[in-house]
């Protein structure tokens, strides 16, 4: 496996798991807080502790994810959907995953942009790291 880190590129992720798609929730999931609001954008907090996940959720909007303090994620998609992204600044480090997932060391003060198809699209995210990490995400109206 490339543990090369990725930085100003962009990358697809396809499905890796099987989700029923009546767990889904719309985002924002339980747990994450909202910041912000104005005309353009909404912003987000939300914490990933170590060895907890998500519950299934769908993004309906592009948006940017920036990751202060740095740490892990691994992120499941939902069968049959893709996502985009691209490293703003920062770096992420593909990991090998215990859970079969797209597993990724982020540098402190990454930041990644998500193209969202049309329809949405849904995953679960999952912290593997042992510290938490933290996450504010802006979304584009």
């Known amino acids: 496996m490339d543990r090369t ?3 100003g590129i962009g990358f697809r992720m ?3 798991s099987m989700i029923d798609n009546g767990a889904i929730v719309e985002f924002p999931n339980p747990g994450v807080r909202l910041i912000d609001e104005a005309e ?3 912003a987000w907090e939300g914490t990933f502790e170590p060895g907890t996940a998500t519950c299934p959720h769908r993004h309906l909007r592009d948006y940017i994810a920036f990751f202060p303090e740095g740490g892990e994620l691994t992120l499941h ?3 049959g959907e893709v996502e ?3 490293v703003l600044s920062g770096g992420m480090t593909p990991l090998p995953s215990a859970t079969g997932g797209a597993r990724f060391a982020i540098a402190p003060g990454t930041a990644i942009r998500s193209r ?3 329809d949405g699209t849904a995953h679960v995210a999952l912290n593997e ?3 938490p990490l933290q996450m504010v995400l ?3 109206k």
Do not use: L, T
């Open 116 to 118: 969202v198809p049309q």
């Open 138 to 140: 802006v979304e584009f």
């Open 5 to 7: 880190p990725q930085r």
């Open 40 to 42: 353009g954008f909404v």
């Open 77 to 79: 998609h939902v069968a």
């Open 84 to 86: 985009e992204y691209a």
């Open 129 to 131: 790291g042992a510290k």
């Open 14 to 16: 396809g499905a890796n």
